[in-house]
């Protein structure tokens, strides 16, 4: 060791690179065919992001494709408030459509509903409501236009009204459907055949009894003048049943009176 220090050699000094066995950055050419893929696609994306749109439109339509670059107007139209049209642009609701339209399923309306072909009003009826035109019956309806008719419920008046031939009229007015009303049942429970009910049951004709049962504890039927239901009670005494005198009173009143005297006789 001279001057203090070791006389074993220093190793040589290595680069941080070396040490790792890694290699300095340099440029990587690339094929010509490379850089022209890919000016091609960029060619590609300006061409879709510039393309122009042509065609026209008018303010609240929404547009729909003519073509692969062209615009025009659709059927549907839309207001500032939001509410939308199909085939209509005088709106009175959220939805609504300005023709017909036949489906099977149902579609609801404010004021009507539309079923397969044809249309109808509601009334003020829960339930359903059936009629049928007087120049048909309810076995060829398809002459008849012979349908049911739901009534009011929840803000909404629905009808479904089945097919019927060109000549049968596609709308019914309220005074239509009063006039050839067969069945109404309200909300209350009130039934009607062939009138509007105003009672429990309401017949606004005849009834026609096929037979008749009843317990030991059953009571015949009838009816006033005024059609209310009467029941007519039996008298146990004279075996009879009680009933009213009708025209027999005023025949009661044109009686002549008799007075008569009795005299004690003697015995």
Known sequence: MRGGKSGRAH????????RFNTHRLRDVPLPNAAFATVAAGLRHLVAIKTAPLGGGGTDNYIPKWAGTSDLEDSAIYQTDAGNIGIGT???QTVFQVGAGMTTFSTFLAPTKQVCPGQTGYGTQGIGFNLFRRDDGTWETPEKSGGAALFGHFYGLSIACVNSAPPTVPTTFTDAQIAESVAMTILADGRVGLGRWPSATLDVGGNVRIREMRSTTSGVLMSVDGNGELLRISSSRRYKTNVRDLQEDAEKVLDLR???FQVRRTSA
């Open 257 to 259: 009176p008799v007075r």
């Open 89 to 91: 642009t005088t709106l």
């Open 11 to 18: 190793p040589a000094r290595r680069t941080v690179p070396r």
